[in-house]
């Protein structure tokens, strides 16, 4: 709340506006992102360590174990579905354009599989059930961006 009051007087009226929507669409995408790990992600993930057991070594799984495992895709997946909001923001803000993000794109995918690696518990499977959702997210923020540049456009010749 502090940050908010130190921020707020700095700010025009639509980037107030721009920011508080932010800010409430960020707690929904993380929520998003959860869920989506909770409901699809997870079962995978737990199916795949169960079946990949040997004759000899029976899969154990200890409480802690499991709940760090799930708290971190949980944190992992909320983080990974902001990133429509965070190129939204940037492009409100003229910081980055739809041209920009498709020029990088190859770059972005190499990162994007590289910050999986990071988040996920280190396994393959984890890794690149996040970074399939990282990759379609970023395409759609960029499809998202090539829509808010074109109104933009459409404001600034009217």
Not at 55 to 80: H, K, M, N, R, T
Not at 129 to 151: C, D, H, K, Q, T
């Amino acid at each position: 709340m502090q940050i908010w009051l130190f921020v707020k007087p700095g700010l025009k009226k639509n980037e107030r506006k721009y920011l508080l929507l932010a800010l409430y669409l960020g707690i929904v995408f993380f929520l998003v992102g959860s869920v989506f790990a909770y409901f699809t992600i997870i079962p995978i993930t737990i199916e795949f360590f169960t079946q990949v057991s040997v004759e000899q070594i029976a899969p154990l799984f200890s409480f802690d174990s499991y709940l760090s495992f799930i708290s971190s895709l949980l944190f992992s997946f909320g983080l990974v579905f902001e990133l429509p909001l965070l190129i939204i923001l940037l492009t409100q803000l003229n910081l980055i354009t739809a041209n920009t993000l498709k020029k990088y794109r190859k770059i972005v995918i190499l990162i994007i599989f590289i910050i999986a690696a990071i988040l996920t518990p280190p396994d393959v499977v984890s890794q690149v059930l996040l970074a399939l959702p990282m990759v379609f997210l970023y395409e759609l923020s960029i499809w998202i961006s090539a829509w808010i540049g074109r109104r933009k456009k459409q404001r600034n010749n009217s």
